[in-house]
């Protein structure tokens, strides 16, 4: 069974760009959450979907937003790119029927903003 | 609020060493579930166990072992004569019933040297 898959694995960008990222959840998950990881701040959650609608959401700007189709893959979006928002961008599924399923993670989009 | 304390940032130690990793959280829900993962140099989070609030027992797998007290809202994470192989951050984490969002802590870098 594949795991969780994240596209692209690295990605450089300038200030004020925009940006894509990719998840491709494990077969039968419906549940898919997004999580930044910084040096130092651990990982902070951003947003969660399921059967394509949000079911929570963190303290994350208006340039953070997220979306989850059908087949429930998942991409994330960051418009007008910061310094700050460099980091590595975890996504993890579940199957989502319960609130406290373990979470299944892929190897992370390192972005990098220049 | 719900919050995740782990404060150790770094542990080494010499394989075949035993290391305890600290966590407390904080919530005032009084149904929640605890989490370890371990995040190898591969960056993909691994899930190590689940508890929750109303099991204090603790477990036992293997080399590893964890201490849930609620009296110190405490949930460590013991491993018996360390590995090189467990080297890698290790997160605590906290998640409550029906918020699809789950507090990570900072994380503890382990290295084990041989």
């Known amino acids: 069974k594949a795991g969780v898959t994240q596209t692209p694995r690295y990605l450089i960008k300038t200030r004020g760009q925009q940006v894509t990222l990719s998840c491709s959840p494990i077969?039968?998950?419906?549940?898919v959450s997004w999580y930044q990881q910084t040096p130092g701040q651990g990982l902070q959650f951003l947003f969660e979907?399921?059967?394509?609608?949000?079911?929570n959401k963190g303290n994350f700007p208006g340039r953070f937003s997220g979306r989850q189709f059908s087949n429930s893959r998942s991409e994330m979006n960051v418009s007008t790119l910061e310094l700050g928002d460099s980091a590595l961008y975890l996504c993890?599924?579940?199957?989502?029927?319960?609130?406290?399923?373990?979470?299944?993670f892929g190897s992370g989009t390192q972005l990098s903003v220049l | 609020a719900q919050k995740v304390t782990q404060a150790q940032t770094e542990i080494s130690v010499v394989e075949k060493e035993d290391v305890t990793l600290d966590c407390v959280y904080e919530?005032?829900?009084?149904?929640?579930?605890l989490f370890w993962y371990k995040q190898p140099p591969s960056g993909e989070l691994v899930f190590l166990i689940r508890?929750?609030?109303?099991?204090?027992q603790n477990e036992i797998s293997g080399r590893y072992s964890w201490n849930f007290q609620k009296s110190t809202s405490s949930f460590n994470f013991t491993i018996t004569a360390s590995q090189v192989v467990d080297s890698a951050v290790y997160f605590c984490?906290?998640?409550?019933?029906?918020?699809?969002?789950?507090?990570f802590g900072t994380g503890t870098r382990l290295k084990v040297l041989a």
């Open positions: 993890a599924s579940s199957l989502g029927g319960l609130p406290y399923e373990k979470l299944f």
């Open positions: 077969s039968g998950h419906r549940s």
């Open positions: 979907y399921f059967s394509e609608t949000q079911r």
């Open positions: 919530t005032r829900d009084t149904t929640y579930y």
């Open positions: 508890r929750n609030s109303f099991d204090e």
């Open positions: 984490a906290l998640t409550t019933s029906g918020t699809y969002k789950y507090i």
